[in-house]
């Protein structure tokens, strides 16, 4: 899975679809017994099809990443029971469950039309995934040429084809620190800017406030992606971490590419000596990395003690914590049920968000998620219709979003919603969009958002934002040393937490964890990473 859509799945429940962004169309609000939406060209009005059910897997526990989902289905179903005429059964499995039932899914050519490929790169290699290359950037489905542009599906290809849909509103969730204001005001204390300005108002909290954590952990990796700034690592350092598979905290290899961008310079694992990094650029190869882990233990003291052991947290109050700026209105609202009094700030942690600088945030044009339809359906035709209808207006895609207009939500504005008054957020409706229909093209902010909260996430949400690194393109390919990787994989899970959340000696586990890293086939990993990555370049260049 993307790194990202952990993240994802820590977001408050009651606000699920928080991270849409501003759409330059006008939604103007509809009563649900409107006539449908125009059909699309790729779904011809004059003759109403075959009837046709398609089936959907997603995943995720009701209540927790969907609620009271079916209304919406159904009200897709009757404003295109005239033309698409398709009924959809959407089967939700557990999260927990996923991962195996969906190989079974693919292995026994169960009758699966749709669903969340978690293992996308393996599945189209064993040929499993229908390529969908033909239904974009073709008239045919003006709704997908719309919503999907060339480059986004280009950049989303695996081995040359299309055999999955990206998902995805934005290619960052600006990530930083959210922090008692109330407090920050009570003891006279300028914005936080700096980690400086969050050490100095995490020791206040510490010796003020007896009955509260200063700063709430993440998991078991309290700090999580604090001290690093990645877009700068990238774009300036041509640093690169990798082989996370998925959590970018698990990486545990450095790649730093040459000044010409045509090869390889260096390849380091964590706690490595200092000649293995020689080649790295100064500020953000092995000062980069031993900065991030240093940091931690100097803020250690403001962390629970129990941070490695319990995960779900003490009971008690927090002064601050690692939050995305997409939870904002989630963490707000947890926050003043804890106490009437609390108002919430948020410092983004890269300088680049600081600033909103244009041209600044690191990317490689990949989505988030992706949706993918197996080589087994008989029905791709008729699911790719749907989709080209899903994608084809902002009514169509609120409907899924966010549920019935004037019943789950309310338009704000042009590009922004609401919960209608009097409708309870934690029985509403909630479907997770990063499953189907996230796309930069067609999205909403919440409203009410504070005006600097407002300009973070607009921000994140125009293409003049973002700069593809030198390695957008490449994707390593895990399978000749999967071995080693699951190996080290199983050393990062024992020391990062420790180095991540600043218990003990920082040099004396990087030391613990290089050597059994080397025991668990690093080299071969690195020789490998090496290999590919120059291969791509040189392709490339």
Same mark, same amino acid.
């Given at each position: ?27 103007? $609000? ?172 995490? +020791? ?29 690592? +990238? ?42 990094? =020689?080649?790295?650029?100064? !500020? ?5 990395l031993m900065n991030q882990f240093n940091q931690a233990k100097r803020f250690n003291q403001f962390i629970p003690v129990d941070t490695l052991t319990n995960t779900t947290g003490t009971g008690k109050p927090e002064a601050a914590g690692y939050m995305t700026v997409g ?66 207006? +902002? ?11 004037? !019943? ?7 590009? +922004? ?8 957020? =934690? ?69 990062? $937490? ?44």
């Amino acid at each position: 899975m993307k790194k990202k859509f952990f993240v994802v799945l820590l977001a408050v429940t009651m606000l699920a679809a928080l991270f849409a962004a501003c759409s330059k169309q006008t939604n103007e $609000p509809s009563e649900s017994t409107a006539p449908t939406s125009s059909p699309t060209e790729g779904t011809d009005p004059a003759a109403k099809k075959d009837p046709v059910t398609l089936n959907i897997r997603f995943f995720g526990n009701e209540n927790g990443h969907y609620r009271d989902v079916d209304p919406a289905f159904r009200e897709f179903e009757r404003r295109t029971q005239d033309t698409l005429n398709t009924k959809l059964n959407v089967v939700w499995t557990p999260a927990a469950d996923y991962g195996t039932k969906h190989q079974l899914w693919m292995t026994s050519g169960e009758d699966v039309d749709l669903f969340v490929p978690w293992e996308l790169t393996k599945f189209a290699k064993d040929g499993v995934l229908a390529d969908l290359s033909e239904y974009f950037n073709n008239p045919k489905y003006p709704g997908l040429q719309k919503a999907f542009s060339e480059e986004y599906i280009n950049d989303n290809k695996l081995f040359g084809k299309t055999y999955a849909i990206p998902v995805t509103n934005s290619f960052m969730d600006m990530e930083g620190v959210w922090y008692r204001k109330d407090l920050l005001k009570k003891y006279g204390m300028d914005e936080i800017s700096s980690y400086d300005d969050l050490y100095n108002f995490l +020791q206040k909290v510490k010796e003020n406030e007896k009955d509260m954590i200063p700063f709430g952990n993440y998991g078991n990796t309290a700090f999580f992606k604090l001290f690093t700034d990645i877009n700068a690592q +990238q774009l300036e350092g041509k640093v690169f971490p990798f082989t996370g598979q998925g959590n970018p905290k698990k990486n545990f290899v450095y790649v730093q590419i040459a000044d010409d961008g045509k090869s390889v310079a260096g390849v380091a694992a964590y706690g490595d000596p200092a000649s293995e990094w =020689a080649n790295f650029h100064p !500020e953000y190869g092995l000062n980069y990395l031993m900065n991030q882990f240093n940091q931690a233990k100097r803020f250690n003291q403001f962390i629970p003690v129990d941070t490695l052991t319990n995960t779900t947290g003490t009971g008690k109050p927090e002064a601050a914590g690692y939050m995305t700026v997409g939870g904002f209105k989630g963490k707000e609202a947890e926050q003043k049920a804890k106490d009437p009094n609390a108002e919430i700030g948020f410092w983004p942690i890269m300088k680049n968000n600081q600033e909103m600088t244009p041209g600044t945030q690191s990317t490689d044009g990949k989505a988030w998620n992706f949706v993918a339809i197996p080589a087994s359906s008989k029905k791709i035709d008729r699911t790719m219709e749907f989709l080209d209808w899903l994608f084809s207006s +902002q009514e169509n895609n609120d409907l899924f979003t966010y549920g019935i207009e004037g !019943e789950n939500w309310e338009a704000v504005g042009e590009n +922004q919603w609401k919960v209608p008054d009097g409708v309870d957020p =934690a029985k509403n409706y909630m479907f997770p969009g990063y499953q189907l229909t996230w796309n930069p093209t067609l999205t909403r902010i919440p409203a009410g958002l504070p005006e600097q909260i407002e300009q973070y996430t607009e921000y994140q949400y125009k293409p003049d934002t973002y700069q593809k690194h030198v390695l957008a393109g490449f994707t390593f390919d895990p399978e000749p040393v999967k071995n080693e990787m699951a190996k080290c994989n199983t050393v990062m899970d024992k020391y990062l $937490p420790f180095l991540l959340s600043g218990f003990g000696e920082v040099e004396d586990n990087l030391a613990k964890m290089n050597k059994d890293l080397k025991d668990s086939g690093v080299e071969k990993i690195k020789e490998e990473l090496k290999n590919q990555i120059n291969a791509f370049l040189a392709q490339k260049n």
